[in-house]
C-alpha cells in the first residue's frame, strides 16, 4: 500500500527564513550543488563573499544617489528610458506604471556615451563608475552561471556565461529609485488615503520575471523586494548593502527545459527612507538562439519549449504586459 506523504505545513515565517543565502567562498562542489537546488526551488538566491569590491558598488550608487535627488526637469533631460535613459513611472510600452523613478543603461559603454553628459554633471567619472561595477557584476553572474553548469553536469562548463562574456551580449544596467513614503503622500495627501498607503502596499514595481538569463541585484538598506514562491505565497526579502540578490531569468528556465524557476518578484514603495537598487541583466547577443540544453531533454523529459532567438523572445517582451507570463508563448503543447 503507498501511504501518501503528509504536506508538509509551512508557516509564512518559515519560508521567509528559508531564502537560501549562499558563501561562495565555500568547497565549489557544494556551492555548485546548494546553486542549482536554489534555482530549482526558487529561481533566487542571495550570495555572500561574492568578491564584488565595496568601492565599486559605492560609488555607482553614490552616482545613482546624486542623479535622482536632481530637480525634475534637469532629470528630464536624460530621458526617455527607450531605449536607454532616465525614466519615471512608466514601465515598458503598454501602460505599467510604477511609483519609481529609473536609470536603463546599455552594458555595452558605447550605448552608454550619449546620456551621460545629461546624467551627470562629471560624465567621464559616471561613466567610469558604470564601467567599473558592470565589469565586476558581470564576473560575478559569470562565476555563478559556471557554478550552475557544474552543479547540473552540463558538458560545456561555459554554455551559460559564455553568453553573457560574448561582445555582443545584449546585457542591462539599471538604477531604480523608489521615493520615500513622504512624498508618495505628498501627492496625495488626504488623511483616509494616507492611513490606506500605510497599511496596503503600494506596488513600486509590479509582479514580474525577468526576460533575461540572470539578474543579479544590489539595493541600499531599505526593504522592499518581494518573490513570489511556487504556490504564490510572496516573500519579503531583507535588504543587506553587502549581498548581492540572484534571480534566474525566463531565458535560463528555457535552457533548463524549466529544470530552473523563472521567479516572479516585484518591490513595494512604502518605506520612509528611499530604495535604490542597481540590477544587472545577463543576457546573450540578440542573434543568439535559446532551447533547451541537450542535457536536460530525454524521452521522459521531452523539450518543453520551441527554440527562439533573444531578439525575437524580446520583440515579444516589449510587446507584452508586464505580469504577463512571457514564455508560456513558446511552449510546446
Ligand atoms: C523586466 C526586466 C528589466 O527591468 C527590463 C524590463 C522592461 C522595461 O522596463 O522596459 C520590461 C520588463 C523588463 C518585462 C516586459 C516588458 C519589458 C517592461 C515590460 C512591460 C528592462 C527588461 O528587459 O524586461
Redesign the pocket.
Known sequence: MVVPSPTPVRSKKTKAVGIPIIDLSRDRSIVAELIVKACEDYGFFKVINHGVPNEITARLEEEGRQFFAKPALEKQQAGP??PFGY?CKN????G?MGELEYL?LHSNPHFISDKSKAISNDPTKFRCAVNDYIQAVRDLTCEVLDLAAEGLWVRDKSVFSGLIRDVHSDS?L?LNYYPPLKEITDWDPSPKLLHHHCTNKRIGFGE?S???IL?VLRSNDVAGLQISLRDGLWVSVPPDPSDFCIFVGDALQAMTNGRFLSVRHRALANSIKPRLSM?Y?GAPSLNTWISPLPEMVSPQQPSLYKPFTWSEY?KA??S???G?S?LDRFKIH
Do not use: E
Open positions: 528610458p527607450s525614466g514601465i515598458g510600452f503598454n505599467d536603463l542591462l539599471r514580474h525577468d526576460p533575461q539578474t540590477v541583466f524580446k517582451a516589449y507584452s504586459r508586464l504577463d512571457r
